[in-house]
């Protein structure tokens, strides 16, 4: 790892406390509990490739390094997209409901009462739950899926303008659902501190307890605003750190996102220098939520609780900063649509630490969750359980994954191609990639391969008309006059009673 600045608290030296037990889907009969505990933990907007056990010696995760050591890391989790700039909403309601992009209400800004969460689910099968963070979808979905939570947030992001994560917008939790002006406060700490604090004081309560609970903590971070770093966490010089390998400029066409708002914090051509001092916030802001995930973690083992808890972390989506020209995640490149997956289930044996690359949603999980939990799956849930890869360290899960965004941007993988075609006002553009020789998605293959990339195309369609997408590939402007879909438009597509 390259120098980076030191803090009084050295954290990526210091051995992580928290020894979880080792996975699988075959529980150890003897003294296996009917019902685990499970803790969900969720990061906002960290890229896969973000993580030091993943990759990235830039970065220093020793918390989130520990839960990928103890557990099985799921290495081609994708999002299924989103039609809005806010990838997190859908991504969120997706992976609660079990449910694809045209299976979810709104783009994820309403979860109607036909479709189930997993917490609900949980809930109604004896379950304690719990939340707190971030919660982008509707209050009566939060209240129908959580029994109590704390420090909540109702949004996308903390504003700038509000002074950000130092200063986060909260709610106590408020059991009619209304969450007026006697539940919200401003928090005087970080964001994920609050958060973290919420969570262990509710692991120090159901220390004693005998009925199972669900808990889900919904970090806000790495989310911008990056402007301000809290005092812990480890610091990053930016001229120590490596530029991504896709760095670019700016990139290489009109995307139809190009003005988007995550696209405009930092003005086109960008420099080598700019985004080293927009990966060295980044990177700080993973590393502050490491330390708080750590303090989780650590509330788990202290209250004796960690033997008997299944563990989930995962992140909503990616972002872009500076690969292939973007800084943003409203577009189907893996740094943005790909998202870290572990899980860690103590009364399950598989190796430690080991890695399956089986492509998979990230809405997977809700399904395994169930399944684990010896739960019934509520009859909205359309995902598919990954209990069998982890029986199977050679199973397949998905044949191949469908991607879209907007009405702009479609994309499929399938073996180790991944096809993107992109429909901008009648403008059509298509890139090939190889993603076992170019995980970095650096080198398009068309023109070249035109026959493979046809093949794909064609197996897009399918998806897309099996999936119910609004668009047709077969139309020269794929949806009505070739407009950017709006968001009063996306609001009326999919709609759920």
Not at 308 to 328: C, E, K, P, Q, Y
Not at 347 to 352: G, L, R, S
Not at 449 to 475: G, I, P, V, Y
């Amino acid at each position: 790892m390259k120098q980076i600045i030191q803090h009084s608290l050295n954290i990526c030296y210091l051995p992580f406390i928290f020894t979880p037990l080792v996975t699988g889907c075959q529980p150890n009969t003897e003294n296996t509990p009917k019902h685990p505990n499970l803790l969900f933990i969720l990061t906002d907007d960290l890229q896969a490739s973000s993580i030091h056990a993943l990759g990235n010696n830039d970065v220093c995760t020793p918390a989130i390094d520990s839960l990928i050591a103890a557990g099985i890391t799921f290495t081609n989790t994708y999002t299924n997209g989103a039609l809005c700039g806010a990838l997190s909403m859908p991504s969120r309601a997706m992976l609660m409901t079990g449910r694809g992009i045209y299976d979810i209400q709104a783009d994820g800004m309403k979860i109607p009462e036909t479709h189930t969460t997993f917490p609900q689910q949980f809930k109604r099968n004896g379950y304690r739950t719990f939340a707190t963070g971030k919660w982008h979808s509707d209050k009566a979905s939060f209240n129908r899926s959580f029994q109590e939570g704390d420090n909540i947030y109702f949004g996308g992001m903390h504003p700038y303008e509000l002074n950000g994560h130092c200063s986060p917008h909260l709610n106590h939790y408020d059991s009619t659902g209304v969450y007026g002006k006697e539940t919200e406060f401003t928090g005087k700490e970080f964001s994920s501190k609050m958060y973290a604090d919420a969570a262990i004081r509710f692991l120090q309560r159901r220390k004693d307890e005998k009925q199972p609970f669900l808990a889900y903590v919904a970090f806000t971070s790495p989310h911008d605003p990056r402007n301000q770093l809290p005092a812990y966490g480890q610091k990053y010089a930016p001229d120590t750190l490596n530029l991504p390998a896709n760095f670019l400029p700016r990139h290489p066409f009109d995307n139809g996102e190009m003005n988007v708002r995550d696209e405009l914090l930092v003005p086109v051509p960008r420099t080598g220098g700019q985004i080293q001092k927009e990966l060295s916030d980044y990177y700080g802001m993973i590393s502050e939520v490491d330390v708080q995930i750590g303090r989780i973690m650590q509330a788990l083992q202290e209250t004796g609780q960690a033997d008997n808890t299944i563990v989930v972390f995962a992140s909503d989506n990616g972002l872009a900063m500076g690969r292939h020209g973007l800084l943003g995640k409203q577009n189907l490149y893996d740094h943005s649509v790909k998202v870290p997956l572990t899980l860690i289930a103590p009364a399950y044996k598989v190796q430690k630490g080991r890695k399956s690359n089986a492509l998979c949603y990230l809405h997977d999980i809700a399904p395994t969750l169930c399944e684990l939990a010896n739960i019934a799956l509520p009859e909205s849930m359309t995902a598919q359980s990954l209990c069998h890869v982890l029986e199977d360290s050679t199973a397949t899960h998905r044949s191949d994954l469908f991607l879209a965004y907007s009405n702009l941007q479609r994309g499929f993988v399938s073996g180790k191609y991944k096809y993107l075609i992109y429909n901008v006002g009648g403008t059509i553009t298509e890139q090939l990639f190889d993603l076992q020789k170019d995980p970095s998605e650096q080198h398009n293959l068309l023109p070249g391969q035109e026959k493979t990339a046809h093949d794909l195309k064609e197996q897009l369609a399918f998806r897309m008309e099996e999936e119910k997408d609004f668009c047709n590939l077969s139309d020269s402007h794929w949806w009505q006059d070739g407009h950017k879909l709006t968001f009063e438009e996306m609001q009326h597509l999919y709609i759920y009673e």
